[in-house]
C-alpha cells in the first residue's frame, strides 16, 4: 500500500499526484519540530502517516550508503533503492504553504579574499 503525504497541499502519492518516497513521523522531539515545520501543530500523526521526500533538501536525504569493506580494504559505497532521511532531517520545503512561518536560510557569503598581500618593495 502506498501512504499519501501529510503535508497541506501536496498531493505527493495521491492520485494524479507525483509518485513520491514518503517518510515515517520521527518521534519525540523532533516529531514536534517536524509538525510546526508541516503547519500542523495539532494532528497525531498514525502509522500511517507519512511525509514525502518533496520537504527535504538533497541534504537531508541519503541516496547513497557507505560501508566499509572489510576484504578489500576500502570504503564502498552503496546506491540505495529508495532515498533515506537522515536522522535530523526536519521537512523544510513547504511549497504552496503560508511562508511566514518557513525556516529561512540564509547563505553565508564566504570571504575568500582577505587582505592582499601586497609585496612592499623597499
Ligand atoms: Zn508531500
Given at each position: 500500500m502506498v501512504n499519501k503525504c501529510s503535508?497541506?497541499?501536496?498531493?505527493g502519492n495521491y492520485k494524479n499526484g507525483p509518485k513520491v518516497t514518503v517518510f515515517?513521523?520521527?518521534?519525540?522531539?523532533?516529531?514536534?519540530?517536524?509538525?510546526?515545520?508541516?503547519?500542523?501543530?495539532?494532528?497525531?500523526p498514525t502509522s500511517n502517516s507519512r511525509v514525502c521526500e518533496l520537504h527535504f533538501t538533497k541534504d537531508?536525504?541519503?541516496?547513497v550508503t557507505e560501508a566499509y569493506d572489510e576484504r578489500r580494504g576500502c570504503l564502498i559505497s552503496v546506491q540505495l533503492p529508495a532515498?533515506?532521511?537522515?536522522?535530523?532531517?526536519?521537512?523544510?520545503?513547504l511549497d504552496g504553504c503560508p511562508?511566514?512561518?518557513?525556516?529561512?536560510?540564509?547563505?553565508r557569503k564566504i570571504q575568500t579574499l582577505g587582505k592582499k598581500d601586497l609585496i612592499m618593495n623597499k
Open positions: 503535508v497541506p497541499n501536496c498531493r515515517r513521523f520521527p518521534k519525540g522531539e523532533l516529531l514536534r519540530k517536524w509538525l510546526v515545520a508541516i503547519r500542523r501543530n495539532d494532528f497525531k537531508d536525504l541519503e541516496y532515498p533515506r532521511l537522515r536522522k535530523t532531517a526536519v521537512p523544510s520545503q511562508s511566514y512561518l518557513s525556516t529561512t536560510v540564509t547563505y
